[in-house]
């Protein structure tokens, strides 16, 4: 639908409406304009890349990872998700902190690595990334609308932020 490239932050893309493919081609169209095709997609200073995966194209993985949930965490399937995919623009706005009230940017020490959060909590919508490699990028791990207990873990994690921001 190209009435969504118009969308603006808070306002949600009209997705429901579609057929599927109707809405993989609106969420391809947001997802090129804003991140694939963006040469200003950079954070703190750092270029944000999607994660590599041997044979794959990293953006489709990214775009489908945004816009889907796991259904099976034995399998690790995933299946569309409404939430995750009508804010599929605000990942943009909040990457260009816009937002300055409200939004808390903090990185955390985590089971595996050191993670960056840009939370908004006047619209419970977190960003996920990881610092790639002591390098100046970043990884864009995730992006998603904070329910039920998510909610209190980003306030648990911001506890135990680090004194600085990786």
């Known amino acids: 639908m190209p009435l969504n490239l118009l969308k603006k932050y808070s306002g949600l893309l009209d997705i429901n409406g579609l057929n599927e493919?109707?809405?993989?081609?609106?969420?391809?169209?947001?997802?090129?304009?804003?991140?694939?095709?963006?040469?200003?997609?950079?954070?703190?200073?750092?270029?944000?890349?999607?994660?590599?995966?041997?044979?794959?194209?990293?953006?489709e993985i990214l775009l489908h990872h945004l816009t889907t949930t796991i259904v099976d965490e034995k399998t690790r399937k995933r299946d569309y998700d409404r939430f995750r995919s009508e804010r599929l623009h605000w990942i943009k706005h909040h990457i260009s902190s816009k937002q300055p009230n409200g939004l808390f940017i903090f990185s955390v020490k985590d089971k595996t690595a050191i993670r960056t959060y840009i939370y908004d909590?006047?619209?419970?919508?977190?960003?996920?990334?990881?610092?790639?490699?002591?390098?100046a990028d970043y990884y864009l791990?995730?992006?998603?609308?904070?329910?039920?207990?998510?909610?209190?873990?980003?306030?648990?994690?911001y506890k135990r932020r680090l004194n600085k921001v990786y």
């Open 21 to 59: 493919n109707q809405r993989k081609a609106s969420l391809q169209g947001i997802f090129d304009r804003d991140i694939r095709n963006n040469p200003n997609f950079v954070f703190n200073s750092k270029t944000i890349r999607p994660i590599v995966k041997d044979g794959m194209d990293a953006m």
């Open 121 to 135: 909590s006047n619209e419970k919508y977190v960003i996920i990334l990881e610092p790639f490699r002591n390098t």
């Open 141 to 157: 791990l995730t992006a998603y609308h904070l329910t039920g207990k998510n909610k209190n873990k980003i306030k648990s994690k």
